[in-house]
């Protein structure tokens, strides 16, 4: 049965941070690249980052670069998100999904997902 299992949202302040987790059962994570996307309420899930199988080479969406650092411990069998200088049109519910493709691919599996609020 694969899980993923998505912790560390929370209330923070603009400008602040924040250091997702998730949490992977089910499959040989290390196989594979992973990825997390957010969910902004009305509006899609846009992917946020994306980190393939060895840690190599690393993706980000055009508002996080330099803000967001996405990093694996394939030990663990899990995959961390970095948010630094949050913004406060960045509240979203955040997923973590696996890639069974490329860096661009759509997840196969998702985790239920973790709530991230902006508020002063």
């Known amino acids: 049965q694969v899980q993923l299992v998505e912790s560390g949202g929370g209330l923070v302040q603009p400008g602040g941070s924040l250091r997702l987790s998730c949490a992977v059962s089910g499959f040989t994570f290390g196989s594979y690249a992973m990825s997390w996307y957010r969910q902004p309420p009305g509006k899609e899930r846009a992917l946020v980052a994306a980190?393939?199988?060895?840690?190599?080479?690393?993706i980000y969406a055009d508002t996080v670069k330099g803000r967001f650092t996405i990093s694996r411990e394939n030990a663990k069998k899990e995959v961390y998100l970095q948010i630094n200088s949050l913004e406060p049109e960045e509240p979203a519910v955040y997923y973590c999904g696996d890639k069974r493709g490329s860096l661009y691919s759509t997840p196969k599996f998702w985790g239920q997902g973790t709530q991230v609020t902006v508020s002063s």
């Open positions: 980190i393939s199988s060895g840690a190599s080479a690393a």
